[in-house]
């Protein structure tokens, strides 16, 4: 389901009364609810390719709604990637057929175009995980029928993902940015998104706005994309150790890919005196890591959401893996994303963070960074 707020009034009756200047409310926003994983993706963790989360629930999902007769798929939503991929009916998600709820089938719409343009998009650093298909246009909904029209995405004939993939990191090319096409269309005025999300994969997506009620203090601003220059991290035994290069921030990543000093050190500490990573020493006592992302902004993540037993508890697993090398980009995604208020403005390039409020309160202003 989305959200489209746009015709709202504003309660002006306590200023009048009172006297006092009111901000005037912002109302050009669109949100979507962010939704937990289902039963597609638990057959990915039965294939045992899936990094954690026994429940099934890694990963940040959303419904759009697109073609004449408003066809409803489930997409993740990726800060790691920058295009809109959905699979078309009867193609491969993941090795099967793509379930229910995930594929798009052009037949049922008439405004659906095949740009007939083949596209390989590579995800990841190795090459193996890639999506095929052809570049499509079609009329996306928001409620209140309000609709984003013809809008470039690829519909794929074959992934390896269980479903389609929201790339909303910014792009040069503003044909095929969903963020950057809901301000050409009018809706918001200025490109640019948030992601709250709660401690159980739930949460608001917000197209051109920024909700000040869902994170504690001030924002930590850099210009940046997605990538930010944090600091350090804090072991539960108080070791601190630096990042030696910036950390993206990869909602399409269930893992904490690090600096390998930093991984040994952090290994060191939850082995057992066999050397295997023990999920009795890592999970007793509400251990937390506290990330640094400078300018006083620390994040806690417990160690319970790095590491966890396997489903007959006979193996401790830990999301927290190597980068390739010494001092290259660091990539953290779901374990860092689900505690922090991630926002970021599009046209002057600058990315918010701040540790995330859980709230049901809502301040939802246009971005002023
Ligand atoms: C869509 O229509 C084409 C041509 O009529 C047909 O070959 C194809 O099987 C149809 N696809 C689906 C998913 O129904
Ligand atoms: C789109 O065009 C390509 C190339 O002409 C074709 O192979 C593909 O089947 C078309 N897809 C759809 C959904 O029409
Ligand atoms: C997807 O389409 C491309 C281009 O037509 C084709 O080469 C490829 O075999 C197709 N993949 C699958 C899984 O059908
Ligand atoms: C964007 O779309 C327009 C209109 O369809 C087209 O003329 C232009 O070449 C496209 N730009 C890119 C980068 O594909
Ligand atoms: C934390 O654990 C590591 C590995 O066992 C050890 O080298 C280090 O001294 C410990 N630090 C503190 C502050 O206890």
């Known amino acids: 389901m989305l959200l489209f707020k746009s015709t709202i009034l504003v309660a002006l009756l306590a200023a009048i009364t009172s006297g006092t200047p009111v901000a005037k409310r912002h109302e050009k926003y669109i949100a979507y609810p962010v939704e937990r994983g289902?039963?597609?993706i638990k057959r990915r963790y039965e294939q045992g390719s899936f990094d954690g989360f026994q429940d099934g629930r890694a990963n940040y999902f959303t419904n759009l709604k697109l073609g004449s007769n408003k066809q409803e798929v489930s997409v993740m939503i990726d800060t790691g990637s920058s295009l809109l991929n959905i699979p078309q009916t009867g193609s491969q998600c993941l090795g099967g057929e793509c379930a229910n709820g995930v594929a798009f089938d052009p037949n049922e719409s008439t405004t659906f175009k095949n740009l007939s343009k083949f596209t390989k998009g590579y995800y990841g650093g190795g090459g193996a995980v890639y999506v095929t298909g052809f570049q499509s246009t079609d009329d996306f909904y928001f409620d209140g029928g309000k609709k984003l029209p013809n809008f470039e995405f690829t519909l794929l004939n074959h992934t390896f993902y269980a479903r389609g993939l929201l790339g909303i990191a910014p792009s040069t090319d503003t044909n095929t940015s969903y963020v950057e096409s809901?301000?050409?269309?009018?809706?918001i005025n200025k490109a640019g998104f948030s992601l709250y999300t709660t401690n159980d994969q739930q949460g608001t997506f917000l197209l051109g706005g920024v909700d000040k009620a869902k994170f504690e203090g001030e924002l930590a601003i850099y210009n940046s994309k997605l990538s930010i220059p944090a600091k350090s991290l804090t072991t539960a035994n108080g070791s601190v150790l630096d990042f030696p290069a910036e950390i993206q921030l990869d909602s399409g990543s269930s893992g904490i890919i690090i600096d390998p000093v930093i991984v040994d050190q952090i290994n060191k500490e939850v082995s057992g005196k066999d050397g295997k990573i023990s999920c009795d020493i890592a999970l007793s006592g509400d251990k937390k890591f506290t990330f640094d992302l400078g300018q006083g902004v620390k994040i806690d993540v417990p160690y319970s959401d790095a590491f966890y037993w396997n489903a007959d508890k006979t193996k401790c697993g830990s999301r927290i893996s190597k980068t390739t090398a010494h001092y290259t980009t660091q990539n953290v995604g779901i374990p860092l994303i689900k505690h922090t208020y991630l926002t970021h403005n599009y046209?002057?390039?600058?990315?918010?963070?701040?540790?995330?409020?859980?709230?049901?309160?809502?301040?939802i202003v246009d971005f002023w960074f």
Request: no cysteine; aromatic share 4%.
């Open 347 to 363: 046209e002057t390039g600058n990315l918010g963070v701040a540790p995330v409020k859980h709230t049901d309160e809502s301040n």
């Open 38 to 40: 289902d039963a597609s």
């Open 182 to 187: 809901v301000k050409k269309a009018g809706y």
